[in-house]
């Protein structure tokens, strides 16, 4: 503060308060709602204090879209994606820095484009793939005469197909490739001085052990930061899940909430989506919280 | 740069890339290349494989009243709710760079929106929002039928701007807060010494060096309005009513899903790929300066 503004002050409190609250208060009139019973809740206007059936909404929400096993899928796939995308591209940032080799900068460019092509528009024929993860390699067998040659010389009539549908793997697959998470490492690979890589060779260590030993022990704020931020991401992915899950068994807790939504002829059962919708909220919220350092700083570094 | 040392065997080094080729050509290049495949065919009615049509996709949907409408209301969707989340947050990023006591709470608690999944703050704001329960239902009951989002298209828009508005109020405050404290403290000082006031200084010093920002966040705010808006759209009003808030994203995937409309649902998905790759080229443009500018 450079001088004193006591009027200015005073406005600043008021603006910064009613944003606080703006942010908030969806947060509070959930959680209340999801205190009341049919009646309450349906109350015009809804009283603010909380009522008393918190925990037997709670319950009937947990148990009308079956939220347990959909929170443990949705742990699974957001744990899947996050670990899948930080290893991937740590990888990949490995390969471009500390190679030279022909093609290179064509890598490098072919995973800068991927950040255009994000999911929602390419859901269609993405779909098409994960229904059979093979078939790119199946036509393109059949069209250099890699088939043909095979069936005629085993006698083996070339037919892949690997079906992803209904899978953690045709879930986590399509989502780990990430330019983002490359590009972040690569900027941080760029910082790590060549001294330590030549010490590293003249004690002889190999490429691989100067990956493991040395590099990713650096990098561990990166994969924090990266970690940290794409599992948010895949928690909160909503379409893909959809599409890619017609068996319940596979299903996702953000998907499952539109099975709470109250319908048009049936009572307004508010309070039971209002305690699903929570349940829903809490884990990223969680992770926000707890994580808010690594949050902020991959969401300033992922986005440069 | 470039670095100095390297390894040596370059075979290698090709494999560490593999894992991410292999994804990347799966579930990025042979996509979008069948979707411009498919975009470019007709699928025959009795199986037979696909007839190449050319353009004609394209043509039927750019004659498609439903589709200029699902342009205009995606258009409707992007500048507005960019526009209010952005004024928001920079309104408050300026006052929390204030740094008057207690702002430490306003920078935690702000972020909080951005966390939370699409879907779940959709439904939430579905029942805040709702013409019969919740609070709007106290403005309906002062003038009955003011507001019903299940029948009316413009309060159908206004609840998703506002759903999606609150997520990225969350977001632009942290990149906005972290442009204001990237500026030298001493560059206000000097200023406030030449005895100008608060908001002079906002306007000659701290705007103008956070417009780089500011370019960038409306970039990724409209992107994200393309993208994001999908869970919304999905919970809140599912396209209605009378298609009011069908969406760009959400018409790709009721033709392609739920009508089976591959070649008009690719079509519709090259012209956004599209939009997106020139506000990418837009935004990348941007950046260049942006590292010179610093």
Known sequence: ?304 | MEKRVTFGRWTIGILFAVPQLLLIFTFFYWPAGQAIYWSLTLQQPWGGGNIWVGLDNFRSILANADYWNSITASMVFAGISTGLAMVIALVLAALTDRQLAGSWLYRVVLIWPYGIAAPALALAFRFILAPEAGFMAVVNQVWPGFWDPGLDGADAMASIIIAFSWKYVGYNFIFFLAAFQAIPRSLIEAAAMDGSGVIRRFWDIQFPLITPTIFFLLVINITESFQDSFGIVDIMTAGGPANATNLMVYKIYSDGFKGLDYSGAAAQSIILMLLIVALTIVQFRFIERRVHYR
């Not at chain 1, 509070?28 to 999801?34: D, G, H, K, P, S």
């Not at chain 1, 947990?62 to 740590?90: C, E, H, Q, R, Y």
């Not at chain 1, 690997?162 to 900027?187: D, H, K, M």
Request: net charge neutral; aromatic share 12%; glycine share 6%.
């Open chain 1, 1 to 304: 503060m450079v001088e004193r503004t006591p009027i200015l002050n005073f406005f600043t409190h008021l603006i910064l308060f009613a944003g606080f609250v703006f942010c908030v208060a969806p947060f509070v009139i959930v959680a209340i709602a999801a205190s009341h019973n049919l009646k309450d809740v349906n109350d015009v206007p809804m009283s603010l204090l909380p009522g008393s059936d918190f925990w037997v909404n709670i319950k009937t929400a947990w148990t009308t879209a079956d939220l347990g096993p959909k929170l443990l899928n949705s742990f699974i796939m957001a744990f899947g994606v996050a670990a899948g995308k930080v290893i991937v591209s740590a990888l990949t940032a490995f390969s471009i820095v500390y190679f030279r080799y022909p093609g290179r900068t064509l890598i490098f460019w072919l995973i800068f484009i991927t950040l255009m092509l994000p999911l929602e528009v390419r859901i269609v024929p993405t779909y098409a793939v994960v229904a059979n993860v093979l078939e790119p390699y199946q036509t393109i067998m059949d069209l250099t005469g890699l088939s043909w040659l095979i069936e005629k010389i085993s006698g083996v009539q070339v037919q892949l197909s690997l079906g992803l549908l209904n899978s953690y793997s045709g879930l986590i697959l399509p989502l780990v490739a990430t330019a983002t998470g490359t590009f972040l490492y690569r900027q941080f690979f760029l910082t790590v001085p060549d001294e330590l890589t030549e010490a590293a060779r003249m004690d002889g260590a190999g490429a691989l052990r100067f990956f493991v030993d040395i590099l990713l022990p650096l990098s561990r704020n990166n994969m924090a930061a990266l970690g940290t931020i794409m599992f948010l991401w895949a928690w909160n992915q909503y379409l893909w899940p959809l599409l890619i899950t017609t068996d319940q068994s596979h299903a996702m807790a953000v998907t499952e909430l539109k099975q709470l939504i109250p319908n048009v002829g049936g009572a307004p059962e508010w309070h039971i989506a209002m305690a699903g919708t929570l349940i829903v909220m809490l884990p990223p919220l969680i992770v926000v919280v707890l994580m808010q350092r690594w949050f902020v700083r991959g969401l300033i570094a992922t986005e440069k």
